[in-house]
């Protein structure tokens, strides 16, 4: 274990380095060496707050299989997964910050709301959760450090636990709704999506916790080969459910035949983004880990639990990218990119090394954080932490 906490502070350090020139670059020269414009308004980070802010969401429900479901076998697995949750979450928040135009306005969405945008309620939902989810992991770690008032404790986190799961639902699909209430952007216009986003925050849970688990995970715990099979088997089943929403999606919109839709589903498909679709999140994101962790006796090694869980959720960050970029590069009226000419106004899009630098950064950050705090926090699973 030593030497891969070597390699993984020397990797997070030459990310802090690159996403220290990242931050530079967008603080003094603004959005202007971004690869969006005009037309594509959206990009890399947009993404990542979608992948991100999703995967949160997904790995608060494993705490609560710990706090509120009481399920012996995750019994001491809630303070890694509420620590997580913080850590994507801040990361998420972080990604979509650096995207405003006015990042310094960001306090008026508190002082002026507006209660109709779902973009307002899901600032303000994410401030709850935020909140809510730093108060449980407080308390979780006074349980494990202090004897008395256990039992008070703990049925605090079970109440919490319960207020907690309908907020993670409404985020989850919150942001499928962000995307689906875009009627102008017919890849986007889905009805499906607030129902799949809440499913896909829920697989990048597991497979985060599968890789949590497989790097951090107690190796005396004899429980430990079960949990990261249990993550497994809930991982494969997530994946096929995920295959069998992008299909249904793809095909309606396909067999519906709606020009622009089926224009952005033939970029993912065939077009510019076709080996990020085919290759990076079908191949190396859905078909080789569910290849890994259908063999039983390799997915409770925690190395190649840890691989396919990493190769997940690569996946999941790339399909994000994959529901972003197609729409944008759509143009809504034909011919407007003829009309006008100028490097803004553009409908190709792929990320500038500057936006590419930030997000690392910004990873590698949230990788330090998590290292940071396993160490002084002392997260690792105490198996009689709840018992």
Request: glycine share 10%.
């Amino acid at each position: 274990m030593k030497p891969l906490r070597i390699i993984l502070w020397v990797l997070i350090a030459l990310s802090l380095i690159v996403g220290a020139w990242g931050v530079y670059d967008r603080l003094v020269n603004g959005h202007e060496n971004a690869a969006y414009g005009s037309y594509v308004v959206w990009g890399l980070w947009v993404a990542m707050y979608l992948f991100l802010a999703g995967t949160a969401a997904g790995t608060f429900f494993f705490a609560t299989l710990d706090y509120l479901f009481r399920v012996r076998l995750f019994q001491g697995t809630g303070r890694l997964a509420l620590f997580a949750t913080l850590i994507t979450l801040g990361a998420g928040l972080v990604h979509i910050w650096f995207d405003q135009g006015h990042m310094e306005r960001i306090w008026k969405v508190y002082t002026r709301p507006n209660p109709q945008s779902v973009m307002a309620q899901m600032v303000w939902g994410y401030t709850l959760f935020g909140l809510l989810t730093t108060v449980m992991l407080v308390i979780a770690l006074r349980v494990g450090r202090r004897e008395g008032g256990a039992a008070r404790a703990r049925r605090w986190l079970a109440f919490l636990s319960v207020l907690g799961l309908p907020l993670t639902l409404f985020l989850s699909g919150g942001v499928g709704a962000l995307l689906g209430v875009e009627i102008s952007r017919p890849f986007w216009h889905v009805g499906l999506f607030p129902v799949q986003f809440p499913v896909f925050s829920l697989a990048s849970g597991a497979a985060l916790m599968l890789l949590i688990i497989s790097l951090f995970g107690d190796a005396h715990n004899p429980q430990q080969a079960q949990q990261l099979r249990v993550l497994a088997i809930a991982t494969v089943v997530l994946q096929v459910v995920k295959l069998y929403f992008l299909w249904a999606d793809y095909s309606q919109s396909l067999y519906g035949g709606l020009p622009q839709n089926v224009a952005a589903i033939n970029a993912v498909l065939f077009g510019p983004y076709w080996w990020a679709f085919w290759i990076l999140q079908i191949l190396l994101g859905s078909l080789v880990p569910i290849l890994i962790l259908v063999l039983p006796g390799v997915a409770r090694r925690p190395a190649w639990a840890g691989v396919a869980g990493a190769l997940v959720l690569f996946g999941f960050a790339v399909a994000r990218a994959n529901i972003v970029f197609p729409a944008l590069t759509v143009p809504e009226i034909e011919a407007l990119q003829q009309a006008f000419s100028d490097p803004r106004l553009q409908f190709a899009y792929f990320p500038s090394p500057m936006e590419w630098a930030l997000s690392i950064g910004i990873l590698g950050a949230a990788a330090a954080a998590f290292l940071l705090g396993y160490t002084w926090l002392r997260l690792s699973v105490v198996q009689q932490e709840v018992a």
